[in-house]
Nanobody, 121 residues
Framework: QVQLVESGGGLVQAGGSLRLSCAASGNIFSINIMGWYRQAPGKQRELVAS???????NYADSVKGRFTISRDNAKNTVYLQMNSLKPEDTAVYYC???????????????WGQGTQVTVSS
């Protein structure tokens, strides 16, 4: 069993900051990419940021310069520091991890339950 548990969402005014955390636990042999996605009402889920086990990052154009993704491999935890938040950042944010549950299995995607981020204008 693998679990991804997110924390850190909430309500913040425009221009404010929030930090999301996501810890992966359970039967984990290796984690490749960890990332954050978001889904606003009526919209498709989209990639916000991702980071490889080696620290290579990728960001959506809409968050570049405002959000920073980081990772603690020893703790199987990924973070998303969100600064200069805008109302259009309002969404449910989901943690994602591409991992192997054991040495004989392939990589597959696991998802957290989602955490609400609301930015008021």
């Amino acid at each position: 069993q693998v679990q991804l548990v997110e924390s850190g969402g909430g309500l913040v005014q425009a221009g404010g900051s929030l930090r999301l955390s996501c810890a992966a636990s359970g039967n984990i042999f290796s984690i490749n990419i960890m990332g954050w996605y978001r889904q606003a009402p009526g919209k498709q889920r989209e990639l916000v940021a991702s980071i490889t086990s080696g620290g290579i990052t990728n960001y959506a154009d809409s968050v570049k310069g405002r959000f920073t993704i980081s990772r603690d491999n020893a703790k199987n935890t990924v973070y998303l520091q969100m600064n200069s938040l805008k109302p259009e950042d309002t969404a449910v944010y989901y943690c994602n991890a591409r991992l192997q549950a054991n040495r004989w299995s392939g990589f597959r995607d696991y998802w957290g339950q989602g955490t609400q981020v609301t930015v008021s204008s």
